[in-house]
């Protein structure tokens, strides 16, 4: 029978918070907790236990739904310092002996719970018949949280957007699709090729690969890096062959190129679901590194403008579920740079701060504060190399009402010829011209991203060609050196420049091709040093345009050559200092692969283009074409 979220019950849990000190845990393992549509989920409860008997006080619940298996570590569960993450069933002890049932899941199609998995698209109904079950329970005092990191942060949006009763808090850990069509999935128009190694790494754990080692030997067989340079894939020939529902979704977002009813679906799209989801209390955690840093911004402005429950943001320095480490890629930030320490004691402390506030003492409003929202500015660091081999970047921790930060303003950088970027206005018209050719796209040197190991990795790097990265062909040079790269920088900035917001760029463009892409990197460049006596041209965020999608997104058109257009590149937000002596700088291009497809130039239909035609792009500037890139800035900031 179903409990109601009545003052005895929370009165219950309180009290039964204060024995938790106590508490021991016992777990059942493998209950199987049925969907509306039959499909049984394996699910192990960890509950609070004296002398080995489980209580039957009242608790509340902790829900962790995940695709990549129940009792498998999760990556995201470590210490600052530590060499390994906790196990499930440590972490689950942590909040069992604080007064918590701790419930793992698996989601259906992955691990021991049956059904066919479809990627994103059945954790909402899922969750939320789990919710129900769970509140149900005689041990449960209504009020469940969730957590998890990734894709377990995918099932929490989804099922929030359906507002089950009893669900009253979320910690949604880098994910929960705003849109995955804008954000996470596609971008700009273009897909993110994470997707495809993401199935590839993935399609190894599925049931079928599981039960037939001809299936897995195959996958073990196939050199992912190998097909990623035989671009473009088609179905029935690419790595994915050998298990088709992975193969299938993954065309499937491939060939959906337009913004259709797809990509409106519980799962991948909350926008909608907004009024909704802000009835439950939720903190959006993600990094400046991380694919769903826009996901998370999108979704606490949606939410916090509902004014229903309490939503704060936090954004650290980091890639995708690295919280607790001070660096990304080959940058370090400082000790004050990892969640540990700094935001909370450690991980699991933060979200029981939460949890404790929530679930066990219950705001049902919003709660008026001035400290909303939690950014990592980076940059102010000295620059030099540390002892691991990272260039010391540095920042700090700062604390706003709201995002943008509510001081901040936009400030205009105008593109000028001879690659000069300035807050002034050019007079006289000009134009900058490349080739690109997509046989020989730019190659991806960091960025904002997750799942593109072993191919490509995220984080914050010098952006010059390595033996690490995918795709280089002349080691030691610099992506500015590339003739299909148009590098615009300010002068040596006088004093330091904040920024902390959205980043865009409005581009006047042209092609002899009928659709092409453009790329927009932001970076900071730091002079030389004794460390660095070339430099270090630092990649701060970065976006793509497919111009076939430049008027609209639903209705694609194709460009006539020679025409110019104006064009909008959404980068990622980002939030950093520029110090005095460095610059300001804009790289345009178009490809960054292999974060991104590559576009053909030939407007044939997504995936399925067989044609590579180089096209000759151009960026066009002056008093009728003002090309800028815009930064939200913060006023004097010491």
Request: charged letters at 20%.
């Amino acid at each position: 029978m179903a409990r109601s979220d009545s003052s005895e019950s929370l009165l219950d849990a309180t009290a039964d918070a204060n024995l938790a000190a106590g508490f021991e845990m016992i777990v059942e393992s493998d209950v199987m907790i049925e969907t509306r549509d039959g499909v049984l989920l394996a699910t192990d409860i960890y509950r609070p236990a004296r002398n080995g008997v489980a209580l039957e006080q009242h608790f509340p619940a902790i829900l962790e739904r995940t695709a990549y298996g129940k009792t498998v570590t999760s990556r995201g569960e470590i210490d600052n310092g530590a060499t390994s993450p906790m196990s499930r069933a440590e972490v689950a002890r942590y909040f069992v002996e604080r007064g918590y049932v701790v419930v793992y899941q698996d989601c259906r199609g992955r691990g021991a719970s049956g059904g066919v998995f479809e990627k994103y698209l059945s954790e909402g109904e899922d969750g939320a018949d789990t919710v129900a079950w769970l509140r149900a329970q005689p041990w449960c005092n209504g009020r469940i949280g969730m957590m998890g990191l990734s894709y377990s942060a995918h099932t929490q949006v989804a099922t929030g957007c359906l507002a089950p009763e009893g669900l009253a808090a979320l910690v949604v850990d880098c994910g929960g699709f705003s849109s995955g069509y804008h954000s996470g999935m596609r971008q700009g128009g273009a897909l993110e090729l994470r997707q495809a190694t993401w199935a590839f790494t993935h399609s190894k754990a599925s049931p079928v690969a599981v039960a037939d080692p001809v299936v897995r030997a195959a996958l073990d067989a196939e050199d992912i890096g190998a097909w990623f340079k035989a671009l473009p894939w088609t179905p029935g020939h690419s790595p994915l062959k050998w298990v088709p529902e992975y193969e299938d979704y993954l065309f499937e977002q491939w060939s959906r190129g337009a913004f259709d009813d797809y990509w409106k679906k519980n799962g991948i799209y909350a926008r909608d679901s907004y009024p909704e989801l802000a009835g439950i209390a939720q903190i959006h955690l993600s990094g400046w590194y991380d694919t769903y840093v826009g996901t998370a911004v999108e979704n606490y402005l949606g939410v916090h403008a509902q004014n229903n429950a309490e939503t704060q943001l936090v954004i650290g320095p980091w890639t995708h579920g690295d919280r607790s480490r001070s660096y990304s890629g080959d940058v370090d930030f400082g000790d004050a740079a990892a969640l540990d320490g700094n935001l909370a004691q450690h991980w699991r402390d933060f979200r029981e701060q939460w949890f404790d506030r929530i679930l066990k003492s219950g705001p049902e409003t919003a709660t008026a504060s001035d400290a909303n929202v939690r950014l990592f500015v980076m940059g102010g660091g000295p620059g030099d190399r540390d002892a691991a081999g990272r260039m010391r970047h540095g920042g700090e921790w700062m604390t706003f009402a709201t995002w943008p930060p509510p001081a901040s303003v936009p400030i205009s950088f105008y593109l000028h010829d001879k690659g000069e970027l300035s807050a002034s206005e050019p007079a006289a018209p000009a134009t900058a011209s490349y080739i690109f050719d997509p046989l020989n796209p730019v190659p991806t040197i960091g960025g904002s991203f997750s799942s593109g190991a072993p191919i490509f990795h995220a984080g914050a790097f010098d952006q010059r060609e390595s033996e690490k990265v995918f795709g280089a062909s002349r080691i030691g040079m610099p992506l500015a050196a590339r003739s299909d790269v148009l590098v615009f920088e300010t002068e040596p900035l006088a004093q330091d420049v904040v920024i902390a917001g959205p980043v865009t760029v409005e581009l006047w463009i042209s092609s002899d091709c009928v659709d092409t892409d453009f790329t927009a990197k932001l970076i900071d460049e730091h002079g030389p040093s004794a460390d660095y006596p070339r430099g270090y041209a630092m990649n701060l965020t970065d976006g793509i345009l497919r111009c076939r999608y430049r008027d609209s997104w639903e209705k694609p058109t194709l460009m006539q050559p020679g025409e110019i257009y104006p064009i909008t590149i959404e980068l990622l937000p980002t939030a950093n200092r520029f110090k005095a002596g460095h610059r300001i700088r804009l790289d345009i291009s178009s490809s960054n692969f292999p974060k991104f497809d590559v576009n053909p130039n030939s407007g044939e239909p997504e995936s399925q283009a067989r044609l590579r035609r180089p096209a000759t792009n151009n960026v066009h500037m002056g008093a009728v074409h003002l090309s800028r890139l815009i930064l939200q800035v913060l006023p004097a900031v010491e």
